[in-house]
């Protein structure tokens, strides 16, 4: 059974969006378990009211991580697969007070990090059926402009790990895909340098040039308090454009972004 009631709702949302980037960071560094380390801490302090070390949070902790069954009930149940939560956590306040953490060790305790990262993250996820769009979505979003080089989109889309970047271009949203860069820089590879530094504009106006599809209003723009539930069919390969229309400008306010996987 879950624990009592530790975190209000945009404490959950706020701590779930810091163990994602937590996660991002370690998986980007094979020996970046610390990014998760900070973040437990932090999420500590601020249920503890105090400063205290990694081992004493781990009560308060626990009690987050019980509302998700990978705390407990699915590693018991495929422990050739998961680990749970208390033993991670316990590996992951060890290697705290380690002075040294490298080579293959610290691999093997960033892998465990996201682990354990991964079952807070679900713990924190919004379950109920009147879950809404901006409690699930990523804010701060990357994205391009159409006086961007096309050497900047594909930048940011390889930094991040993203296949689509939206684009504000002609007085609409369009998505750009990392397929539609690729192609567009290696068709002509003789022309590739001269390309990679054309702006998106520019490369769109060309004939078989950079492909910038509009995005479909009706099924990939949506509101930040739009039920989950009533998205779920339109969630697909490229991602949804959260717009607060709020202040009437309803295309240009751009808030947020769900894939599919912001609802795994």
Not at 18 to 26: E, V
Not at 53 to 70: E, F, H, I, M
Not at 89 to 110: P, W
Not at 177 to 198: G, M, W
Request: hydrophobic residues 40%.
């Amino acid at each position: 059974m879950a624990g009592e009631e530790v975190l209000e709702e945009k404490q959950k949302q706020f701590y779930r969006d810091q163990l994602r980037s937590a996660r991002a960071a370690a998986l980007a560094d094979a020996e970046g378990f610390l990014a998760v380390i900070h973040t437990l801490e932090l999420m500590g302090q601020q249920m503890k009211g105090k400063v205290l070390d990694l081992g004493r949070y781990k009560n308060k902790l626990t009690c987050v991580a019980d509302y998700s069954p990978l705390c407990d009930e699915v590693a018991s149940k495929c422990p050739a697969y998961h680990t749970t939560f208390s033993a991670l956590y316990d590996e992951l306040r060890r290697a705290r007070n380690d002075a040294v953490h490298q080579g293959a060790y610290a691999r093997i305790l960033t892998d465990h990090a996201v682990d354990l990262a991964i079952i807070l993250e679900d713990a924190l996820m919004p379950n109920s059926e009147c879950s809404r769009v901006s409690q699930f979505m990523v804010r701060d979003v990357v994205k391009a402009e159409w006086w961007h080089p096309v050497s900047y989109a594909r930048q940011q889309m390889l930094k991040h790990g993203f296949s689509y970047i939206p684009v504000w271009f002609e007085n609409e949203w369009r998505m750009l895909s990392e397929y539609s860069v690729a192609k567009y820089l290696r068709d002509s590879p003789d022309k590739r340098n001269d390309r990679l530094v054309k702006t998106i504009k520019k490369a769109e106006a060309e004939k078989d040039g950079l492909k910038l599809p509009p995005v479909d209003e009706d099924h990939h723009i949506v509101g930040p308090e739009k039920p989950v539930s009533s998205i779920l069919g339109c969630i697909g390969a490229s991602p949804i454009l959260v717009i607060d229309s709020k202040d009437g400008d309803e295309k240009n306010r751009l808030v947020g972004i769900l894939t599919a996987a912001d609802i795994l």
